[in-house]
T-cell receptor, first 112, second 112 residues
Framework: KQEVTQIPAALSVPEGENLVLNCSFT??????LQWFRQDPGKGLTSLLL?????REQTSGRLNASLDKSSGRSTLYIAASQPGDSATYLC???????????FGQGTRLTINP | DAMVIQNPRYQVTQFGKPVTLSCSQT?????MYWYQQKSSQAPKLLFH???????NEADTPDNFQSRRPNTSFCFLDIRSPGLGDAAMYLC???????????FGPGTRLTVL
């Protein structure tokens, strides 16, 4: 059974710093992997989809990497801003049924 | 803009009084999902439709049912809400072959 872990559970950094959020998964036989952002009381916003054949994917200040063999993905946020404060969720897309298996999320706070 | 819409955004119901939550999409995606998310937890998949084919998760209570009358709309019916059903309910869609899911803003359900 696929399990996804995100460490740390919470992170607080000053504005302007570059930071890395970590995601690990137990079964390397994934279809793809998706990173989401969730603001309090809101739905999930898709940030990046990284296909299993890719090593990384970039969107603006965000860069996601994927190492399937070691069961790891990272989300790199450059030049963090207070508006980046949110919970970030990593989700593995399973093969076959293509369901999402979520990590518990990292709650990120960017301090002005 | 193509999107996933959920109505209402906030729903208050009484213990045991049936309630229906609505989801519509303009993405023309063939797969629609319903998730339950409780505070500080990851979303939990309740069921999904692949076109008209209904797929229930093994641990979804019988109290939860769903209807998909056409491609654009999907409904979540809670037959007899209990206090433990108070949560955020998220609808998502998926199309194409990447397995990427797109979420609506959610409906916050309160049970009195």
């Amino acid at each position: 059974k696929q399990e996804v872990t995100q460490i740390p559970a919470a992170l607080s950094v000053p504005e302007g710093e570059n930071l890395v959020l970590n995601c690990s998964f137990t079964d390397s036989a994934i279809y793809n992997l998706q990173w989401f952002r969730q603001d309090p009381g809101k739905g999930l916003t898709s940030l990046l989809l990284i296909q299993s054949s890719q090593r990384e994917q970039t969107s603006g200040r965000l860069n996601a990497s994927l190492d399937k063999s070691s069961g790891r993905s990272t989300l790199y946020i450059a030049a963090s801003q207070p508006g980046d404060s949110a919970t970030y969720l990593c989700a593995v897309i399973t093969q076959g049924a293509q369901k999402l298996v979520f990590g518990q999320g990292t709650r990120l706070t960017i301090n002005p | 803009d193509a999107m996933v819409i959920q109505n209402p955004r906030y729903q208050v119901t009484q213990f045991g009084k049936p309630v229906t939550l609505s989801c519509s999409q303009t993405l023309n995606h063939n797969v629609m999902y319903w998730y339950q998310q409780k505070s500080s937890q990851a979303p939990k998949l309740l069921f999904h439709y692949y076109d008209k084919d209904f797929n229930n998760e093994a641990d979804t209570p019988d109290n939860f049912q769903s209807r998909r009358p056409n491609t654009s709309f999907c409904f979540l019916d809670i037959r007899s809400p209990g206090l433990g059903d108070a949560a955020m309910y998220l609808c998502a869609t998926s199309g194409g072959n990447l397995g990427e899911q797109f979420f609506g803003p959610g409906t916050r359900l309160t049970v009195l």
